[in-house]
């Protein structure tokens, strides 16, 4: 009786402390796995965003809004993505200013690099919001005309 | 475990410690920037000249005119308590509005006053209202609609006017669009050639001052080629008419191969030009670069930063670095400046967007010295601090933007703020 108690008692332990490893992996590689979007991200938007939105996100007066605590960025993903593939030339309206400036399309972006850019944008500047994925990306891109 | 337990620790404190910089950030911001008000910066002027606030917190203050009585009025690109026009007068004379008035339910930018009427434009229109004997504006909530119907299609849509001395008026309507590609600002979209926008944009568009309700078919196109204009003024000393072109955007962005940033943020040229009925400035076709002193072909037809064209093209009077945003023109005809200043050139930099990653530039006031209606040596900056710093100017996050520009009845100019609505009066006060 005792000796299986014992067992018993060093199986659960095992089995926990097996699961909190399994845990912390997890945590850590999707940790990694965020970083690297974000750094891969942060190039696409060197590249095709920062002249606009500048380099803290914070958008050019009456033309080029603020990518920073705005609906827009940390809202809705499939309008956002959309956005990137379609383009934007209706403006947009944010806390009573309004942003005018023709935003082009970027679909000729990959589905891994608009993902990345868009975590990158939605984990910068003070934001903080859910990844966005290949995945998710690739599904709004089937369905977007 | 330890593993485990530390991590959340250290999240915490690395928390704790970012909310105390955040928040040490915000209470010094708040500090300065607390009540809307110009005290925030402090201009740098040439010696003999002071500037004061004459008003402030008027908003998006685009441009302003001052009408003979000494009376100054803004145009505002948003409405302030309902009103897009506000009349500022100092009844006592001590150099700060006293009286302040606000009427037109119109936004806009453009604003000019001529022959006893207050022309002002909204993004499609332009109106104007009579002023009185008494120089009031006699049916505030009744203007006449000269112009109607212009194309404003979310870029460059302001419609800057100005009047001559021969009954017309001249508006500025902005291409919707940075070079004419088939999509605008794409990677890879190619120019249209010849550019279908410049039929009815791009260009400077002359009516009569007085007929009401024109449009299109009413004008004529008086100049082309011009990308957008802001800043623009009849020119007295030589009876033509002087405009600022705001130079084209994203070399780098749209052709990595032929620009890198640093190219990209000083070119192409932002230029002043003296246009004639029939001018041509060869938007989209060209840009002005300023160090080679050429007009080159664009990219977008085929252009590789080196390629000339244009032939058909005016050259510019003046070319000032790229994207510096001229919004504001005016030529001095005061006398109570120094000499070195008749009937030169104020220009009013908005400052840049568009040289980023490289710092940003503008936000300051330049003089070209004039003589004999052309240009008498180099650009200087007349006016500068308007961003508050160094700093400020670099990262873009201006506290102040210089816009429109006027000339007082006194021989001082006014100079509006589109960022926090300040009005400044710049005097001489020097010997």
Redesign the interface.
Known sequence: MKKSRLLTLTGILFLF?VL?MA??KTGSSNQNKLAASIERGKKVY???C???H???G?G?????PPLTKTKWVLGDKIQLIQIVLK?L???VEIDGDSY??????HA?LTDLQIADVLTYVRNSFGNKAKTVTEAEVRSVRAKTK | MKQLLLKPVCIAVLLCAFSLIACAGDTTKVATNSKENADDVILKLPDGFTASVFAEGLGHARHIAVNTNGDVYVKLANLKNGKGIYRLRDTNGDGKADDITGFGDIAGTGIAIKNGYLYASTDEEVFRYKLDAANNVANPDKPEKIVTGLLSRHEHEAKAIALDNDGNLYVNIGAYSNACQVADRQKGSPGMKPCPILDSAGGIWQFKADKPNQTYGDGIRYATGLRNVVGLNWNTATNTLFVMQHGRDQLHDLFPDLYDTKQSAELPAECMYELHKGSNCGWPYIYYDEFQHKKILAPEFGGDGKKTAGEDAQDPVVAFPGHLAPNGLLFYTGNKFPEKYKNGAFIAFHGSWNRAPEPQKGYLIAFVPFKDGKPAGDWEIFADNFSGGPELTASGHAKHRPCGLAQGTDGSIYVSDDSKGTIWKITYTGK
């Open positions: 402390s909190l845990l912390t060197a590249e095709r920062l002249t606009c500048q380099a803290d914070g050019v007066q009456n033309m080029n383009g030339s209706t403006g005018h400036n023709v935003m082009a399309s000729d």
